[in-house]
């Protein structure tokens, strides 16, 4: 049996209309429902513009511009006082670095005892686990804040902020880590008559080292970018100058302190990318 | 016996080679060690990181959280410990009630959605830039080299320079407001999400593309029929992830004057108003909290009809 498209009669089109509707697209009820949602979408869409004045945007444009001109002029560049500007990048960089090491140093027993397979107990991991969270779910520039009113100004309290939020991150994902490890080697080691802690540094440590390292590498990565923000609130580093110069308007030094934030940023990502490369392989 | 003696000759031939490896390797580890520790303390010595003004300190921290959790019945006098049993419910004018320490709820819900609305409007601008974006940015899409390499680099830029300081900068040109907030988010969201469309689309089935190159349709056409079909619920389960990232931002944004209920914040941080700003953290701990759990469940979905 073959089918010839000149045999199709427009009846046949119609009769068929009405056995498969579908077929023939999407009825008028389901368009007119997907209207209704197009329609509902731009009108909560322009109730959004509407809301935060979005007309604002056109006048502000020209003045935007202008900053960025200004940005753009480096013709005072011998002038600026690049000795403190690149030592507070330095201390940017030190704060990420010794937050996360200390991080990590606090994360790795935190995260044995977070973990289901070492500490079965169902309350203690719950109350571990909560206890991260709520370390985690507090921002890092609300934590500085907390810190700067105990420690002072200065790179310290954006240290511990770094360090508790990071201490929160990490014990999550070494807890994880350490429950996905291999149960074979630690048998293994269990088989030969090791004590409880032989067994969690033999059988479950060198599972687990590579990836915590890989994490903790990452996470300095991400706190130098983050770091350079907190010194908005007085913790340290080059959100400081950053936002002093800001104040005073030299757009020229602001952008010449976000360039040097981005070069700080890709080195220190390069040279994570290598080691990770090398300890971990 | 099992236990091998020095005499064995098999024995001594593993330790002669076995031994220069473990000594190599354990000088690799401790050399490893050594010179984090020694960053450390050069990093430490640096910053003035030192031990006893942390100590110090610490008992200050406690005390910190210790008056966020209290209700100060009057100012300037002690601190009373927040909710008596038999207060809770009583109205605003008694202390340690629900009522008296939440008692400008109206003004902190209208701030929450107005952040709440912020980080919106942030992720749908940011979504429509990354999606225009993305496309050109994709290696095999796209066969101009130098754009795919141009606009990678600007989606890197985008995504590198902390929020905050766009935030900080925007404020001057569009006025103290949640406006500079809400670019700054969405500048933030197209550089995140522009690379990661942009590996989704790389990841695509090409043979749906190929499909339609071979009727002869369009760049545009290819996009828009072989493409987009099989990325959408990717892009939209990434962009929920955002929005809840942006969600979070938007709160700390007004610690810069860029609108939301941060500015709120940051007042009563400054005037040391504690039992506001535990309020208000309450808050926003159970907006992020509810609207994370909501969005975690359509994402699960939007996954579920991917696969």
Known sequence: MSLHLADIAPTDIAAQRIRTPTAFGPGTGTKVLRWAVVLLAAGYFGYLLWLFEFGKLFTGLPRLWTIVRLMLDWTGFADWDHAELLRSMLETVAMAYLGSMLAFAFALPLGFLGARNVIPARVFRFITRRLFDGMRGVDQLIWALVFVRAMGLGPIAGILAICVADTGVLSKLFAEAIENTDRKQTEGVTATGASFFAVLRMGVLPQVLPVTIGQTLYQIESNSREATILGLVGAGGIGLRLSERIQINAWDQVAYAIVLILIAVALIDTVSRWLRMRLIG | ?307
């Open chain 2, 1 to 307: 016996m099992l236990t091998p003696t020095v005499q064995d000759p098999a024995y001594r031939r593993f330790q002669q080679r076995f031994g220069p490896i473990l000594r190599t390797r354990l000088l690799q580890a401790w050399g490893t060690v050594a010179s984090v520790a020694l960053l450390f303390v050069i990093a430490a010595v640096w910053t003035d990181f030192a031990p006893d003004t942390i100590l110090a300190g610490l008992p200050r921290v406690g005390e910190y959280f210790g008056k966020l959790l209290s209700i100060e019945p009057s100012r300037g006098a002690d601190t009373v410990p927040v909710l008596a049993f038999g207060h809770i419910f009583g109205g605003t004018k008694e202390p340690q009630s629900l009522a008296y320490w939440f008692y400008r709820i109206d003004v902190y819900a209208a701030l929450l959605w107005q952040t709440l609305q912020m980080a919106v409007l942030a992720t749908v601008l940011g979504f429509a830039a990354a999606f225009a974006l993305c496309f050109p940015a994709t290696g095999s899409l796209s066969r101009l080299r130098p754009m795919v390499f141009l606009i990678r680099r600007l989606l890197e830029i985008l995504r590198t320079i902390p929020q905050v300081v766009l935030a900080l900068i925007l404020v001057w040109p569009f006025g103290i407001g949640p406006l500079a907030g809400i670019l700054a988010m969405a500048i933030h969201t197209t550089g995140g999400l522009g690379k990661l469309f942009a590996e989704l689309n790389e990841n695509a089935d090409r043979r749906p593309i190929e499909g339609i190159v071979s009727v002869g349709g369009s760049w545009l056409a290819q996009i828009r029929y072989g493409v987009v079909p099989q990325v959408l619920p990717g892009f939209l389960s990434y962009a929920l992830l955002r929005f809840e990232i942006n969600v979070r931002s938007s709160t700390i944004l007004g610690f810069v004057g860029a609108g939301g209920i941060g500015m709120e914040l940051k007042r009563t941080i400054g005037f040391n108003i504690y039992e506001e700003v535990s309020a208000i953290c309450i808050l926003i701990l159970l907006m992020v909290v509810v609207l994370d759990l909501t969005s975690e469940r359509i994402r699960h979905a939007f996954i579920g009809r991917m696969q």
